[in-house]
């Protein structure tokens, strides 16, 4: 029995009350869901009814130990780097029903080579070990049904690398580690609602992370695509698997867990829920050998946009489709998405909480305030004010809106994709300035098996996507450019990379002079008042960066006009 005639599937994590699961329905026809149980009994006696579930649990006790515990423990720790130490060494099965710890440490020392003692965390697991093993032991049914799985490396997994950031410093929860968790969770397919939720009362955070872990390892086991270590898996005296489970990302995937994380219908319906709540821009059509180029030319104006860019677009798809807690929405921004959270965020009766960078644009930094957020000082560049952004939402429950790193704004911004080819139906290419990659991500999907080409342009000084493309993976680049406060991202992350790799056909860098004479063209020739990162893609053309065909129909991109009025001033003096 596999896929969608499984119906109900779980990922199980234990927590402060017993056991937190999370539900997913592989008929699609509900929405994943998570509640807390006491015990396993109450967990497969309910609704829904399960067909398969991966645990963080070790399953199948051997009775003896050679090495540094398990087969499945030691096969897995040298995937993890630094999160080897998360994989606990688990002892024989006299050990693990030991009644006291004395007599777990006698019976471990006993029937281990070398001897090992027990870890006092290690025995705190053991009645959780006893009451799957008893279940499994009682009800045969269930052993080819409940699958051990660990967290660190499903998320490895779904990386693709050992992660960055720990999950936890010195017991505390570490806001970046649950951040990168997140981003990863949310790649693999799973709705922000869940995702972003806050835990049920009994279950910490980080529970049900890994419980949402686990549930992307039973998707792709129910789909056939389990990879377990061992494999194949051994038994241990009493018949149970002892293997550690996790996917094969080399296999095709799941399209529930879909390999395009932002399809067209997501898009489509984000058109539909942000109509009304966002403008629809014009197009200026130049014609042939406009900005003496070969090509024939059209200027998509966003800059036009609500709160000054095309940032609404995936600021209102957040807020119209994820439930918002009382605290409300923060986001971490070097302007404009922080002025469009504000201003949908105002426009929905939403409280903002807004962290920028020292390095804002004092023009942006009012127009948020202007919009009625509470504006926070978050660090000198943008990665400083995302941690503060990042420990502020682990600290009250509120929403966090990523400006790049999440489906909700991803889909957002391809609704401009979306409304682009309907007034202009006969692109052969766009061209689309690119900072954290949020909106060549939307449009590039929305795009993604037609025959537009979609080009990245960064500055020359702010290259994460391009580099992420060269790497095979986001990696983190320095930034120095004068369009940073908008295009100044250090990493892509995984999400962004995961869209774009195989939709858009190169990034074309640009440099800063360029994108400093595409604002003052835009402003001599159009009285477009429009900053740097919304000139970038036009300065590309300028500049040769990007050389179209005589004749091709180029559309360009001119993405934000919160632009600094004294130093536009100074640019066309």
Same mark, same amino acid.
């Not at 570490?174 to 922000?192: D, H, I, K």
């Not at 872990?213 to 038994?235: C, E, N, Q, S």
């Given at each position: ?17 017993? $056991? ?44 003896r130990i050679a090495g540094s515990g398990r087969g499945p423990e030691q096969a897995v720790r040298a995937l ?20 006291? &710890? ?39 049914? $269930? ?302 999907? $929305? ?49 962004? &990379? ?76």
């Amino acid at each position: 029995m596999t896929g969608a005639a499984m119906g109900w599937i779980a990922g199980v994590d234990g927590c402060k009350a017993g $056991w937190i699961a999370a539900f997913c329905d592989l008929s699609g026809a509900q929405s994943p869901i998570f509640r807390v149980f006491p015990n396993w009994s109450a967990l497969l006696a309910g609704a829904p009814v399960l067909g398969l579930i991966a645990v963080d649990m070790p399953i199948g006790l051997p009775d003896r130990i050679a090495g540094s515990g398990r087969g499945p423990e030691q096969a897995v720790r040298a995937l993890l780097g630094e999160r080897q130490s998360s994989v606990f060494s688990i002892p024989s099965r006299s050990a693990v029903h030991a009644a006291d &710890y004395a007599a777990a440490c006698e019976m471990a020392l006993a029937t281990s080579q070398p001897p090992r003692k027990v870890s006092k965390q290690g025995f705190h697991l053991f009645p959780r070990i006893r009451e799957i093993d008893a279940l499994l032991r009682a009800d045969p049914g $269930w052993r080819e049904r409940i699958f051990e799985t660990h967290p660190e490396l499903a998320f490895r997994t779904m990386r693709g690398a050992p992660l960055i950031h720990p999950k936890k410093i010195k017991g505390a929860v570490n806001p970046a580690g649950m951040a990168e968790r997140r981003a990863l969770l949310l790649a693999a397919g799973l709705p922000a609602g869940i995702v972003h939720a806050r835990p049920p009362q009994g279950a910490a955070a980080d529970d049900l992370l890994d419980a949402l872990a686990a549930l992307v390892v039973a998707r792709h086991i129910a789909a056939g695509r389990g990879k377990p270590f061992p494999d194949p898996p051994g038994r241990d005296s009493h018949g149970l698997p002892i293997a550690i489970w996790t996917f094969d990302r080399s296999l095709a995937q799941d399209p529930a867990m879909t390999e395009k994380p932002v399809p067209r219908p997501m898009i489509e319906a984000a058109a539909d829920r942000i109509a009304g709540h966002v403008r629809t821009t014009p197009v200026m059509r130049l014609g042939t050998g406009a900005f003496d180029s070969r090509a024939d030319v059209s200027l998509k104006l966003e800059c036009l946009q609500h709160a000054g860019s095309f940032k609404a677009r995936g600021a209102f798809n957040n807020l119209l489709s994820l439930d918002v807690p009382a605290a409300g929405v923060a986001a971490a921004s070097g302007g404009n998405h922080g002025a469009a959270v504000a201003y949908a965020a105002g426009k929905r009766g939403v409280k903002a909480t807004i962290f920028v960078p020292e390095i804002s644009p004092a023009a942006k930094v009012e127009a948020i305030r202007r919009f009625g957020a509470d504006v926070r000082i978050g660090g000198a560049q943008y990665d400083d004010a995302q941690a503060a952004c990042d420990r502020f939402v682990a600290e009250t429950g509120a929403l966090k809106i990523h400006p790049f790193s999440a489906r909700e704004t991803i889909a957002g911004q391809g609704t401009l994709g979306r409304e682009w080819q309907r007034q202009e139906p006969d692109l052969d290419t766009v061209l689309v300035a690119v900072g954290g990659g949020g909106l060549i991500s939307g449009i590039a999907a $929305w795009f993604a098996g037609t025959d537009v080409k979609v080009v990245g342009v960064e500055p020359e000084g702010s290259r994460a996507l391009q580099a992420a493309l060269e790497a095979k993976g986001p990696v983190t680049v320095t930034v120095a450019s004068v369009a940073a406060d908008s295009l100044g991202a250090r990493n892509v992350g995984q999400l962004v &990379y995961d869209v774009c790799k195989d939709t858009i056909d190169h990034v074309a860098l640009v440099p800063d002079a360029a994108i400093t004479e595409a604002q003052r063209v835009l402003w001599r020739d159009f009285r477009l008042a429009v900053e740097p990162g919304g000139a970038a893609a036009l300065g590309a053309l300028l500049a040769g960066s990007y050389k179209p065909q005589p004749g091709e129909r180029l559309g360009v991109l001119v993405c934000g006009g919160n632009v600094d009025l004294i130093k536009l001033a100074e640019i066309t003096a």
